[in-house]
């Protein structure tokens, strides 16, 4: 059954990208015209964690298998085979999986043979074989027999070829004094041609008769090819590139020649995280056979990168998803990386959320604002937007009319009928920033640039590293995943922020007391002293101490820089909330922005006047720090009472009330909007 892809049409349609380039419908209903000719670029998705990158590539799998020969690798997780030889590399790992991917029968077509692939791997798998060990030979062989089915299922299955192979290996022991990597593949090679290759298939081997000093000799190729493979470094890199043009060329073999005709749509080949090392040595050797060669291989590579700013993308056409719905140019130039269609994945529009929320609640029970609160704090992150969106329809019914952002991130969601409810917050964090130990990453999340991160880390996290300053690695790796940066925070990512946060607050298991969070926020505190300054009141705020800085904004009110009044309200009002998780009720600073609390005791020696205009700037302050919370959803209610506020300190203020005014106007509106309050007051970009 198809996934639901919400924003993905563009390359989901029966019109979209990947028709275009497959040259079919989804489910090989239907011919598309081929949008590249016969030249299909390497279409790259770029995007960070969560953007929905692998999801896409498993919904194409999902839609033309069985119609087109398809493989999908991870190139972020080839797993070895346990003792392995020299032969055995990530890349010769990888062109395995994938022949044994493609290879399977087809709607209306053959099965795909690999002889020209199978006879390069064939030929390095010798390396390091002795007549000691014939074990490890044994091993290596046996490991080939699921890409040898593919030239011959009912020989390459059969493992009595593995047999006569070590006895020619045993001979050419024998007589050589000497024995080298070239002649052990040519014997394993005469052996596999033999037993395994039917008569129209043993010309394949003339293809190597083009590798470096073959002089158009097949035999000559494999020899020089695994000679070159057991030396490391710039030989052992050609001699992969090679075997990746084998993999291809098998692959433009099956759609010409005695099949021509018999196929329609071109093969895929789907590379999850090919931002990865061995991504770029799956792709630049297509590309370059392309530019440099000439040659049309027909086959369609679609892939990820999580990181957009890839080395490997610097000369790709670029261009957003939603451009690609009906046309994709990519204009080639003379460098190799011109032949790379980079597609940036974009977030979900509020829209997108909202269906995809439908989807997970069709009768509408939890709050109608949820899904565009969701949206706020997911800034569109498909996976956050899914798990999230999942959490609220399965929430408990007497939880559904109070749920927020923040106590979706409360429940326990069912990812699998077979498997126990996973808590929420959690499990998107690890899917998010997957590292050994995120509590540091945790830790510095308070902070606000690189100067407090490393200042916080020597406080509190000197046992994380002895070899290096622990904020700097949370950095680097922060930067490695893509996480953009940004002005204000040090884990700039709303997202990931709040759910760092999140892990901070509730991860230590010692409510009520919190000791993890009072630690982080009161060491901060404490640095950004003594003076009432903007930071210290900040995380005042997050450690639930609103009295000082309320009475700082009450003091510093009469001032003539206004605007810099607001600014610093913003900021402070931006803490993170100390919630309590599962409180039930409304959020306590509701009360207390509506003026509905308990009276609150005030500070000694105010006179009437000043009183009023305390108890202005507390609810103010309160209003201001639900509003922005992404945790929270949005109040109509407070929202009327922060413009009510804003225009009474208007009437108050001797010389800045136009600016007080337009907050009162446009503070509400930007809010609404599911905007930050915008400084000055009506900035276009609301910021």
């Not at 690798?73 to 020299?86: F, N």
């Amino acid at each position: 059954m198809d996934r639901e892809l919400y924003g993905r049409e563009a390359v989901l349609d029966e019109g979209g990208l990947a028709a275009r380039l497959v040259g079919l419908t989804r489910h090989g209903t239907a011919r598309v015209a081929y949008e590249h000719g016969d030249d299909p670029p390497v279409t790259v998705f770029t995007g960070g964690r969560g953007m929905g990158k692998t999801a896409l590539l498993k919904e194409v799998r999902n839609r033309y298998k069985g119609y087109t020969p398809l493989a999908l690798l991870d190139c972020a997780h080839i797993e070895p085979p346990a003792d392995h030889g020299p032969g055995w590399t990530p890349v010769t790992g990888a062109l395995s999986e994938l022949a044994v991917q493609l290879s399977p029968k087809v709607l209306g077509a053959r099965p795909v043979r690999f002889p020209r692939l199978s006879l390069g791997l064939v030929a390095v798998a010798s390396l390091a074989w002795s007549q000691e060990d014939d074990e490890r030979a044994r091993r290596d062989l046996q490991r080939l027999g699921p890409l040898l089915a593919t030239v011959d299922a009912t020989r390459g299955a059969a493992t009595n070829w593995v047999g006569k192979v070590l006895t020619k290996l045993a001979a050419t022991f024998a007589d050589a004094a000497a024995p080298l990597a070239g002649l052990l593949a040519e014997a394993t090679v005469e052996t596999v041609l033999e037993e395994v290759f039917g008569r129209l298939q043993r010309s394949s081997e003339n293809w190597y008769g083009s590798y470096r000093n073959a002089g158009g000799r097949g035999k000559a190729g494999l020899q020089q090819l695994a000679v070159d493979f057991e030396h490391d470094g710039r030989r052992r890199r050609e001699a992969e590139a090679f075997l990746v043009g084998a993999l291809t060329e098998d692959l433009r073999h099956a759609y010409t020649g005695l099949q021509r005709g018999a196929r329609i749509g071109r093969p895929v080949l789907l590379l999850d995280n090919a931002h990865e090392p061995l991504g770029r040595q799956l792709v630049e050797p297509i590309l370059r056979a392309r530019s440099a060669e000439g040659r049309r291989d027909k086959v369609v590579v679609l892939a990820t990168s999580r990181v957009r700013d890839h080395e490997g993308l610097r000369q790709a056409t670029r261009t957003k998803l939603p451009e690609t719905a009906h046309r994709a140019p990519c204009p080639r130039g003379t460098s190799v990386g011109s032949g790379i269609l980079a597609v940036e994945l974009t977030p979900l529009s509020p829209a997108q959320t909202r269906s995809a929320f439908d989807h997970h609640d069709p009768a509408g029970r939890v709050p109608a604002e949820l899904a565009r609160a969701v949206h706020r704090l997911t800034g569109g992150r498909p996976l956050g937007v899914a798990l999230l969106g999942r959490a609220a329809g399965q929430a408990p019914a007497e939880l559904r009319d109070g749920l927020t952002p923040g106590r979706l991130l409360d429940l326990a969601v069912e990812l699998r009928e077979d498997a126990r409810p996973v808590p929420v917050a959690p499990t998107l964090l690890a899917e998010l920033l997957p590292v050994r130990r995120p509590g540091p990453y945790a830790v510095l999340a308070a902070t606000h640039d690189e100067e407090s991160a490393r200042m916080l880390a020597h406080a509190r996290l000197q046992a994380e590293s002895l070899d290096g300053d622990v904020a700097l690695r949370v950095r680097d790796q922060l930067r490695a995943e893509d996480w953009g940066e940004g002005p204000g925070h040090f884990v700039a990512d709303p997202l990931l922020r709040a759910l760092l946060l999140y892990r901070l607050r509730f991860e230590d298991g010692d409510h009520p007391r919190y000791a993890a969070w009072h630690a982080v926020h009161e060491t901060l505190y404490r640095h950004y002293g003594p003076g009432p300054g903007p930071y210290r009141l900040h995380h005042g705020l997050a450690l639930g101490h609103a009295e000082e800085a309320v009475t700082h904004l009450r003091e510093t009110f009469p001032g003539q820089d206004v605007l810099g009044w607001l600014g610093r309200l913003r900021f402070i009002a931006a803490a993170p909330y100390p919630r309590e998780r599962d409180r039930p009720g409304p959020d306590p600073r509701r009360a207390v922005a509506l003026g509905q609390e308990p009276t609150a005791a005030l500070p000694a020696g105010l006179d009437p006047d000043t009183t009023e205009l305390h108890l202005s700037v507390r609810r103010l302050l309160h209003a201001l720090w639900l509003l922005t919370d992404p945790l929270a959803l949005p109040d109509d209610e407070v929202a009327d009472r922060l413009a009510h506020e804003l225009r009474r300190l208007s009437g108050r203020h001797l010389t800045g009330s136009g600016s007080l005014w337009d907050a009162a106007g446009h503070w509400p509106r930007d809010i609404r909007a599911w905007r930050e309050p915008s400084l000055p007051p009506g900035r276009e970009n609301g910021v």
